[in-house]
T-cell receptor, first 112, second 116 residues
C-alpha cells in the first residue's frame, strides 16, 4: 500500500546550520507530495508542495524537489533559525478527495 | 486568509460518554476529512466526506464513529462511546480541487480529546 517514510528524529542543529530531512514514498498511483509543519501546541500548517516529477516546492527558505526516480521528496533549508523548531511531516495524496498518508514526523530542534 | 476552525480546542470526557467534535471547513471547499494523532505518533486518516456522504474511511473509523454535515458550514465527528484509546488530537481538514491536478488539504488547529 501507499506509505511515507521519514528519517528518524529528533534532529538537533545550531542556528544557521544546513537542514536536510529525508522523505521517501511508495505509491500505487502518481501522488502529489507535501511537507506540513507542526509548531509546539499548534495544528498542521502546509509548508510546501509539489505535484509532478522534478517540481520544486519552496516556502520560507525551505525547499523540496519531487524526485520520481528515487521516490523522494527531501526537505532542505540552507540556514535554520530557532523559530524553525517544530515537527515536520511528509505526506502524499493521490487524486481528488483522497486521504493523505503521512510520514511519522521528524522533530527539529534548533539551538541558538 | 480563510482557515479551518475547530471547537472545542480541548475536551475531557469520561470513558463511555459521547463526544462531538466540531469543525468549520473553508467555505468553498468540497471535501472534508478527519484525522487523528495519538500523542507522539503519526497523523492517521479517519474518514473523508464528499457530497454529503462518506467517500472513504479507515479501519480506525468503526461503528463508534460517525460524521455529519448538519448545515452548510459545520462538519462534525461523533464518537458514540469513548474509550481510553480514543485520547488523541483530532484534526479536521478540507480541500477544493480548484486548480486542475492539484489538491491541498488545509488543516484546523485540532481538538485535543482526553478520555478518563
Amino acid at each position: 500500500g501507499d506509505s511515507v517514510t521519514q528519517m528518524e528524529g529528533p534532529v538537533t542543529l545550531s542556528e544557521e546550520a544546513f537542514l536536510t530531512i529525508n522523505c521517501t514514498y511508495t505509491a500505487t498511483g502518481y501522488p502529489s507530495l507535501f511537507w506540513y509543519v507542526q509548531y509546539p501546541g499548534e495544528g498542521l500548517q502546509l509548508l510546501l508542495k509539489a505535484t509532478k516529477a522534478d517540481d520544486k516546492g519552496s516556502n520560507k527558505g525551505f525547499e523540496a524537489t519531487y524526485r520520481k526516480e528515487t521516490t523522494s521528496f527531501h526537505l532542505e533549508k540552507g540556514s535554520v533559525q530557532v523559530s524553525d523548531s517544530a515537527v515536520y511531516f511528509c505526506a502524499q495524496s493521490v487524486g481528488y478527495g483522497q486521504n493523505f498518508v503521512f510520514g511519522p514526523g521528524t522533530r527539529l530542534s534548533v539551538l541558538p | 486568509e480563510p482557515e479551518v476552525t475547530q471547537t472545542p480546542s480541548h475536551q475531557v470526557t469520561q470513558m463511555g460518554q459521547e463526544v462531538i467534535l466540531r469543525c468549520v471547513p473553508i467555505s468553498n471547499h468540497l471535501y472534508f476529512y478527519w484525522y487523528r494523532q495519538i500523542l507522539g505518533q503519526k497523523v492517521e486518516f479517519l474518514v473523508s466526506f464528499y457530497n454529503n456522504e462518506i467517500s472513504e474511511k479507515s479501519e480506525i473509523f468503526d461503528d463508534q464513529f460517525s460524521v455529519e454535515r448538519p448545515d452548510g458550514s459545520n462538519f462534525t465527528l461523533k464518537i458514540r462511546s469513548t474509550k481510553l484509546e480514543d485520547s488523541a488530537m483530532y484534526f479536521c481538514a478540507s480541500s477544493d480541487p480548484g486548480l486542475a491536478g492539484v489538491e491541498t488539504q488545509y488543516f484546523g488547529p485540532g481538538t485535543r480529546l482526553l478520555v478518563l
